[in-house]
């Protein structure tokens, strides 16, 4: 994905404010669909799943755990720390999540502490019970 094909325009409404717009995100490491409102962040829809022991961190983009890759879709984000975020990373889509802003629905791999969050949670929710997703 280039940085050009994800990152979008805010989309609005004829008075100029931002269009409500709700989006649907699939986690790829659980195969979960999360709901996440136009100008809301991703890490906000994620940790309002309730699924426990999500690291948030510091929700400004300068500690780096909850770093996601977005697979397909567009997103909007906010300046992000280049300690956990190189330029490469960026035109890439590996993102952190308390600074990406859906503009469509989106498929994300998250990565890092977060990655392993999200399927240490799946799989004890599989285990637990007693279904195979």
């Keep these: 994905m280039t940085a050009s094909s994800m990152f979008a325009q805010t989309p609005t409404?004829?008075?100029?404010?931002i269009a409500a717009y709700q989006f649907t995100v699939r986690l790829s490491n659980?195969?979960?669909t999360v709901a996440c409102k136009a100008g809301e962040t991703l890490l906000a829809a994620i940790a309002r799943t309730g699924k426990?022991?999500?690291p948030v961190g510091?929700?400004?983009g300068g500690c780096g755990v909850c770093k996601v890759e977005v697979l397909s879709g567009q997103v909007h984000t906010r300046q992000?720390?280049?300690?956990?975020v190189s330029e490469d990373d960026e035109r890439s889509g590996r993102l952190l999540a308390c600074c990406v802003y859906p503009a469509s629905d989106l498929q994300v791999c998250a990565i890092g502490r977060l990655g392993q969050r999200l399927l240490a949670t799946s799989t004890h929710q599989t285990i637990h019970s007693g279904q195979m997703r």
């Design 30 to 32: 659980s195969g979960e």
């Design 80 to 84: 992000m720390s280049r300690r956990h």
């Design 52 to 54: 426990k022991g999500i």
């Design 13 to 17: 409404t004829t008075s100029g404010q």
């Design 58 to 60: 510091c929700r400004g």
